[in-house]
C-alpha cells in the first residue's frame, strides 16, 4: 500500500533555531516528492520539489534532501522566523502520467519568539 | 493574478440542506480535485477531474458528487449534508502528464459545519 509518514507530528521551537522534518514513504512507482507549507486556514503552497536524481534542494532558508534507496526526504529550516509557523506536508507524486499523489498527514511546526 | 477560488469561505448549515461550494481557476488547468481535511488525518481526497465531462472518485466521495462542464469550474455538491461532513475542504488544480512536475495550485479553503 502507498503511504507517507511524517515525524514529528508537532514541534515547537524558538525563533532563530534549527530545525529538521521527516517523510518516510513507501510510494511505488516514484515520480516525484514535494514538500508544501501551509499556513493556518489557508491552502498548501509548494515549497520545493525533489526528483528522483536530486538530493538536495535549497529554496532560501528551506533546504530539502531525498535519498531514493532509504525512501527518506528531509526539510531543514534555517534561522527560524515567526512566519514559519505552520503545517508541513510532504506529498508523493506515483507515477508521471495521471495525478496520483500520496499525502503525509503533516508536521506542525509552531516558532515561538 | 493565477489563482484558484473558492466559495463560500465559511458556511455554517444543517443537516440535510442541499449545499454547494464553487471552485474556479484561472490557469488554464485540465486536472482538478477536491479534497478534505480534517485533524490527524491529512489531506483526503474526494473526487477528481482529469478534463472536461472527465471525473472520477477519490478516497472518501461518499455524501458528494462533483461536475465539470466547463474547463475552470469544478463545484463540489452536499446533496443531503451531515454532520461528519463537518470538515474545511480545499479544491485544487493542475497540468497534468509527463511534460508536467504535477504541482497542485490549492484554494484557500472552505469550512463547512454542518448542525
Known amino acids: 500500500k502507498n503511504q507517507v509518514e511524517q515525524s514529528p507530528q508537532s514541534l515547537i521551537i524558538l525563533e532563530g533555531k534549527n530545525c529538521t522534518l521527516q517523510?518516510?514513504?513507501?510510494?511505488?512507482?516514484?515520480?516525484?516528492l514535494r514538500w508544501y507549507k501551509q499556513d493556518t486556514g489557508r491552502g498548501p503552497v509548494s515549497l520545493t520539489i525533489?526528483?528522483?536524481?536530486?538530493n538536495t534542494k535549497s529554496n532560501g532558508r528551506y533546504t530539502a534532501t531525498l535519498d531514493a534507496d532509504t525512501k527518506q526526504s528531509s526539510l531543514h529550516i534555517t534561522a527560524s522566523q515567526l512566519s514559519d509557523s505552520a503545517s508541513y506536508i510532504c506529498?508523493?507524486?506515483?507515477?508521471?502520467?495521471?495525478?496520483?499523489?500520496?499525502f503525509g498527514p503533516g508536521t506542525r511546526l509552531s516558532v515561538l519568539p | 493574478e493565477a489563482q484558484v477560488t473558492q466559495n463560500p469561505r465559511y458556511l455554517i448549515t444543517v443537516t440535510g440542506k442541499k449545499l454547494t461550494v464553487t471552485c474556479s481557476q484561472n490557469m488554464n488547468h485540465e486536472y482538478m480535485s477536491w479534497y478534505r481535511q480534517d485533524p490527524g488525518l491529512g489531506l483526503r481526497q474526494i473526487y477528481y477531474s482529469m478534463n472536461v465531462e472527465v471525473t472520477d472518485k477519490g478516497d472518501v466521495p461518499e455524501g458528494y458528487k462533483v461536475s465539470r462542464k466547463e474547463k475552470r469550474n469544478f463545484p463540489l455538491i452536499l446533496e443531503s449534508p451531515s454532520p461528519n461532513q463537518t470538515s474545511l475542504y480545499f479544491c485544487?488544480?493542475?497540468?497534468?502528464?509527463?511534460?508536467?512536475?504535477?504541482?497542485?495550485?490549492f484554494g484557500e479553503g472552505s469550512r463547512l459545519t454542518v448542525l
Open positions: 485544487a488544480s493542475s497540468f497534468p502528464g509527463t511534460r508536467n512536475t504535477g504541482e497542485l495550485f
Open positions: 506529498v508523493v507524486r506515483v507515477d508521471n502520467y495521471g495525478q496520483n499523489f500520496v
Open positions: 517523510c518516510n514513504y513507501t510510494v511505488s512507482p516514484f515520480s516525484n
Open positions: 525533489m526528483t528522483f536524481s536530486e
